[in-house]
């Protein structure tokens, strides 16, 4: 059973280029979230999609930042103009569609990251 | 929002021995509260997770303990080994398929021989 794929897992981008992170979630998955982690801290929610809609984007930038999860393929996220602040890891999850009824609750299942370096 | 408070950041402990590592939520709706395990280089891994329906849960060397009224919950590791060095984070969040994680700072376990 292949986990949440992260790729690349290191990105290493030039001031203002641009940097795509893809994330592949867990075979039946339908829900992804993406967080952000740097150094010595804890992971920071930025974005949480379905299936072509973005449910809660409440931890994004309001510039420069951009997430989707289209129909087929990997969910992105997309980083414009990248600024050395950007650099940390960035990790995406997974979890399944929740069936039945009742206060259950789907964990999280996270990929091994992207790692950004903005030089 | 949520605010997650971890203590302590760093833990040291001989192989053998227990550690401990407790955390604070704000938000009394929370009701779900997992704990991670992230190794260098690699995502975090859930290794157990409460829910506000329940006071303890155990699962081998590892148990978590939940408090409601005080809005706080600890992990338990019994038995430390050296595989057990890593960063552990507590998170809090609401049940259902459409919840975010707060999560906690970090510790970083050390589990010396």
């Known amino acids: 059973n292949a986990g949440v794929m992260q790729n690349p897992r290191h990105l290493v981008r030039r001031r203002g280029q641009e940097a795509r992170l893809r994330c592949s979630p867990m075979?039946?998955?339908?829900?992804v979230y993406w967080y952000r982690q740097l150094p010595e801290e804890g992971l920071k929610f930025m974005v949480y999609?379905?299936?072509?809609?973005?449910?809660?984007e409440s931890g994004m930038p309001k510039e420069r930042f951009s997430a989707e999860f289209p129909k087929e393929g990997p969910s992105i996220l997309r980083i414009q103009q990248v600024v050395r602040g950007d650099s940390a890891a960035y990790f995406c999850?997974?979890?399944?569609?929740?069936?039945?009824?009742?206060?259950?609750?789907?964990?999280?299942?996270f990929g091994n990251g992207t790692r950004l370096t903005v030089t | 929002g949520e605010n997650v408070e971890q203590h302590p950041s760093t833990l040291s402990v001989q192989e053998g021995d227990s550690a401990v590592i407790k955390c604070t939520y704000s938000?009394?709706?929370?009701?779900?509260f997992p704990w991670y395990k992230q190794e260098l280089g690699k995502g975090p891994q859930l290794i157990i997770d409460?829910?506000?329906?329940?006071g303890e849960k155990k699962d081998q060397r590892i148990a978590v303990t939940l408090n409601k009224t005080a809005k706080h919950f600890s992990l338990h590791i019994t038995e430390t080994q050296p595989e057990d060095s890593a960063v552990y984070f507590c998170?809090?969040?609401?049940?259902?398929?459409?919840?975010?994680?707060?999560f906690g700072t970090g510790t970083r376990l050390q589990v010396t021989l």
């Open positions: 938000d009394s709706a929370s009701n779900y």
């Open positions: 999850a997974s979890s399944p569609i929740r069936s039945g009824t009742g206060a259950g609750h789907s964990p999280l299942h």
């Open positions: 998170a809090a969040g609401l049940t259902g398929t459409a919840s975010k994680l707060t």
């Open positions: 409460i829910r506000s329906n329940v």
């Open positions: 075979k039946g998955h339908s829900h």
């Open positions: 999609l379905q299936k072509e809609n973005i449910i809660d």
